[in-house]
């Protein structure tokens, strides 16, 4: 099946930095890539969706001003945590799916701990 | 508005049992697609299936099988045998025909002990 990369794996910050997380398709094209949120115990929320050289639209209640999102080449989205708080601290996941909108494909996720 | 719920929090079986993960959905779209992952403690979603609304056959891979009953809007997953590795987070999900965001369930945290 289809690869979907994210880097890092693991990241911890200082509240009030900001992080950026890479989402790769390393054997695919994804105009259509996915970030979702897993706080512990929780299931996956849907934050925003980016297609390739447009605006990510994001979910209610997702401020976009704290999460950019950049989709700028059919294989790479970035999620930049800006100003980051504890609050923030998650397991974020992408998902890429290909230009015959056949299934997504989930990347390993990033953890995020701010302190 | 889409949803999918899985009742069942977290489910402890012995090995070699069999268990049924529930999942029931909710969509206005005619054409959608059903999905069932795995999550071990690594974090990594598996993907397990995924199947068109159109199609109601069951399905069966190995130990795993998954009952698709539009009548009744659930699609669940049958695991037989258990076994230890089986443990993991499963979690259903659903996705429509206009802008395939997947949603999903709560999951169903399942023990297999030994």
């Known amino acids: 099946g289809a690869v979907v990369s994210q880097h890092p794996s693991r990241v911890i910050c200082k509240s009030g930095t900001s992080v950026k997380i890479e989402c790769r398709s390393l054997d695919f094209q994804a105009t259509t890539m996915f970030w979702y949120r897993q706080f512990p115990k929780k299931s996956l929320m849907l934050m925003a969706t980016?297609?390739?050289?447009?605006?990510?639209?994001?979910e209610q209640g997702v401020e976009k001003d704290k999460f950019l999102i950049n989709h700028a080449s059919l294989t790479l989205s970035t999620l930049t945590v800006t100003s980051a708080h504890p609050e923030d601290s998650s397991f974020y996941i992408c998902?890429?799916?290909?230009?015959?909108?056949?299934?997504?494909?989930f990347g390993p996720g990033t953890r995020l701990l701010v302190l | 508005a889409q949803k999918v719920t899985q009742a069942q929090t977290e489910i402890s079986v012995v090995e070699k049992e069999d268990v049924t993960l529930d999942c029931v959905y909710e969509t206005r779209d005619t054409t959608y697609y059903l999905f069932w992952y795995k999550q071990p403690p690594s974090g990594e979603l598996v993907f397990l299936i995924r199947?068109?609304?159109?199609?109601?056959q069951n399905e069966i891979s190995g130990r795993y099988s998954w009952n698709f009953q539009k009548s009744t809007s659930s699609f669940n997953f049958t695991i037989t045998a258990s076994q230890v590795v089986d443990s993991a987070v499963y979690f259903c999900a659903l996705s429509g025909n206009r802008d395939d965001k997947i949603i999903f369930g709560k999951g169903t945290r399942l023990h297999i002990l030994p």
């Open positions: 980016s297609n390739e050289g447009s605006k990510a639209t994001y």
């Open positions: 998902s890429a799916r290909g230009t015959h909108r056949e299934t997504q494909y």
């Open positions: 199947r068109n609304s159109f199609d109601e």
